[in-house]
């Protein structure tokens, strides 16, 4: 059964290996950078809308982030 910690944990992995900062990533998504923060502490799940265009700029496949694929 997959979890929302599992899918917190990927989640914030992707964004420490985007390269980018919580400033960057928030500018390009139109959120404040506090949003990225709670996506990092595992705090917030981003809407799905953000989470989709955050899976397209950090490159990575939204199904490995919901722990649908390995």
Known sequence: ????EQIQKRLAEAIRQSGMTQTEIAEKLGVR????????LGKKLPALDTFAN??????EDANYILCVTD
């Open 1 to 4: 059964m997959i979890t929302l």
């Open 33 to 40: 950078h506090q949003q990225i923060s709670c996506y990092l």
């Open 54 to 59: 955050l899976c397209k700029l950090l490159d």
